[in-house]
Structure formats: C-alpha cells, structure tokens
C-alpha cells in the first residue's frame, strides 16, 4: 500500500507567489516523522524541513512551513514568496519506527516558477 | 564542513558486471542509508546502517549488498548487473538509525547497457 500519496500534476507558479504541494501519508505508528526534499534537475536531495508526530506546532524553516493536519493524516508544503532557483521536483517522505527507520517516499511534485 | 560525498557520480556498466558505490556521511553521522531512484519515481530505501550494523533491508534482490566500515563510511555493491538497475543511487546520512534530519549525497548515476 502507498504510504505516501503525492498526487497534484506538474504546477507553474509565479515569482513571489505561494504555492503549496500535497501530501497526504498512511500509517499505523503512533510515532513518525515527516520529511519534505527538493530535487533539483542536478539531481541531489536537498533536505527543506522536518514535523515529528508529536509536535504540537507546525514546522517552519525560513520560507518553508509545513501544514500538518494529523488527523487527516496531512502533511502540506508552503513556499512562500517563490524564487526562481525553487523549480524543482519536491517531495514528501515519512519515517516510521516500524520500519527500521527507512524513509518512504512519494512520487513528487513538479514546480516551475515563472518570471 | 563537508556534506554527504559520493562516489563516482557517473558510471556505465554492461549487463552481469558487479559495481561499488561508496558514500562518505557527514562528520560525527553515524547512520548511512542507500536508496535507489529510477527515472520518474521517488526513491526506494535499499539498506540502512547504524553504528556498523545493518539496521534495515528493503526490499531489494540478494545481488545488492552493503558495508560500513570502521570510520563509518559505506560501501553499496551490486552483482550481476540487469538493465533494470540502471537508476541513481542516493545515499543518505544521519547522525543516529532514529532521525529527524537525513542529509543526502548527490548521488551515483548508474547507467546499465
């Protein structure tokens, strides 16, 4: 079963303009983690931010929050005030202590900022 | 400081070779995790190792294989190369197996022919 389900089609977003990608997970594990990466065409994996299961606020890191919702089981990305250099593949991962710990990922989204 | 390095970044291998990818973690990370990313998909967990351990196995043939050494830098092998395996290969490192920030390599593009 998916465990991770990342399902918006490619966006294009406008320069200084919010965007948010979906992610909604599945999981039985009363402690998890949560995890949002940026993939550039250059291919590496640029960690962006991190929402444990537990914690009470909602993650934040510069221009990057993460919408947690946990009884939907909803882990939203926000960009605010979108740059060029953030057009990249994202993508949301969860990481269960059931599951020694690996990272389950979805399948991205792509975003294109425009000028 | 350095971030998670990885080596080589590119590489072509014929169909039934072997390979070895090695990744160096971040200074005083004790964790290594590989994945593996085809074209299109989100990454697949392949192994992880904690404190020289193998800590995790994901769902991946006997050809693939994995190490920690003593320094704690890893070491990914696979046999008998399939066409399939082509993919990059990340590996992640962490400072403990139960982790709220893992940090990637940029990876090893695998292409096999």
């Known amino acids: 079963a998916q465990k991770i389900t990342q399902t918006q089609p490619g966006m294009f977003v406008q320069e200084k303009e919010a965007v948010t990608l979906d992610c909604t997970y599945d999981?039985?594990?009363?402690?998890?983690?949560l995890f949002w990466y940026k993939q550039p065409s250059s291919g590496e994996m640029i960690f962006l931010i991190y929402?444990?299961?537990?914690?009470?606020q909602n993650a934040t890191e510069g221009r990057y929050s993460l919408n947690f919702q946990k009884a939907r089981k909803s882990a939203n990305l926000v960009i605010s005030a979108s740059q060029l250099g953030d057009s990249a593949m994202y993508f949301c991962?969860?990481?269960?202590?059931?599951?020694?710990?690996?990272?389950?990922f979805g399948k991205g989204n792509q975003v294109v900022v425009i000028p | 400081d350095a971030g998670v390095t990885q080596s080589p970044t590119h590489l072509i291998k014929t169909r039934g070779q072997h390979v070895t990818l090695r990744c160096s973690p971040i200074s005083g990370h004790k964790s290594v995790s590989w994945y593996q990313q085809v074209l299109g998909q989100g990454p697949q967990f392949i192994f992880q190792?904690?404190?020289?351990?193998?800590?995790g196995r994901g769902n991946f043939p006997d050809r693939f294989s994995a190490r920690q050494f003593p320094n704690y830098s890893s070491e990914l092998n696979v046999n008998a190369l399939l066409l399939g395996d082509s993919a990059l290969y990340l590996c992640?490192?962490?400072?403990?197996?139960?982790?709220?920030?893992?940090?990637f390599g940029q990876g090893t593009r695998l292409t096999v022919v």
């Open positions: 190792y904690y404190e020289k351990e193998e800590r």
């Open positions: 929402q444990g299961s537990y914690d009470q």
């Open positions: 991962a969860m990481r269960e202590t059931v599951g020694n710990n690996r990272l389950a």
């Open positions: 999981t039985s594990d009363p402690s998890y983690g």
């Open positions: 992640a490192s962490s400072f403990r197996g139960f982790y709220t920030e893992a940090f």
